[in-house]
């Protein structure tokens, strides 16, 4: 599975929108890309996940660039509750998670 | 909707003593995976299974085993227990050829 990278941390004012960068340059033309979230030692839960099209559901936008190379999570209005760390991961089609280091984000009143 | 299901939730033990971990998975789903986080770390994956067999190992010690049964829930044994264990326990569910996993709430192990 391809490595991603993604940014130690990032802080949000609560009620923007949060643009969520992760690199994975190595990416293959079948591997998927998803994200998912944990909160505070809860379970991660799944956000959204992508393959070539940009895709949006009722918790996120995930934005592919055309090279696949590089994509952006996007929480379009952040709240207090969206504190947690966030996590890129590309896979085949499904089988276990690498888990990387994850962006710590802080929204902020 | 129903979620994944791990029991205990908190746990402790002491050293050289065994425990076991159940995880139940969202009904119809036919895989299960293993995660350990230990503190301030990522989840690490473990162990998986697809339809009551082993699919894929990872960094699984040999003092730890798992098994998934005939009705899709997996219990994770682990013996000798050290205190390098202590950590959080996840479990995650999907179904056949389908990449979203579920998590459960994972489980708090501690060891003494």
């Known amino acids: 599975d391809a490595k991603t990278t993604q940014p130690t941390s990032m802080d949000c004012a609560e009620g923007r929108a949060a643009n969520l960068p992760c690199n994975h340059s190595?990416?293959?033309?079948?591997?998927?890309v998803y994200w998912y979230r944990q909160i505070h030692s809860q379970g991660p839960q799944y956000i959204i996940h992508?393959?070539?099209n940009n895709e949006t559901n009722e918790m996120a936008s995930l934005i592919i660039t055309e090279d696949r190379k590089s994509s952006t999570l996007i929480l379009p209005h952040a709240t207090l509750r969206d504190t947690a760390v966030y996590y890129c991961i590309v896979i085949y089609s499904w089988g276990k998670f690498q888990f990387g280091a994850g962006t710590q984000v802080v929204v902020t009143p | 909707a129903a979620g994944v299901i791990q029991s205990p939730r908190h746990l402790i033990k002491e050293k050289r003593e065994t425990a076991t971990l159940k995880c139940y998975p969202i009904?119809?789903?036919?895989?299960v995976y293993w995660y350990q986080q230990g503190p301030g770390q990522d989840p690490q994956f473990l162990i998986s299974?697809?339809?009551?067999?082993?699919?894929d190992k990872g960094s699984i010690p040999d003092r730890f085993s798992a098994q998934q049964f005939s009705d899709y829930h997996s219990e994770l044994n682990m013996s000798s227990l050290e205190l390098g264990d202590s950590a959080l326990y996840f479990c995650a569910s999907s179904w056949t050829s389908k990449g979203e996993q579920y998590f459960g709430p994972g489980t708090r192990l501690t060891v003494t």
């Open positions: 190595t990416i293959s033309g079948n591997e998927y």
């Open positions: 992508g393959l070539k």
């Open positions: 009904p119809r789903h036919d895989t």
């Open positions: 299974f697809y339809e009551k067999m082993q699919s």
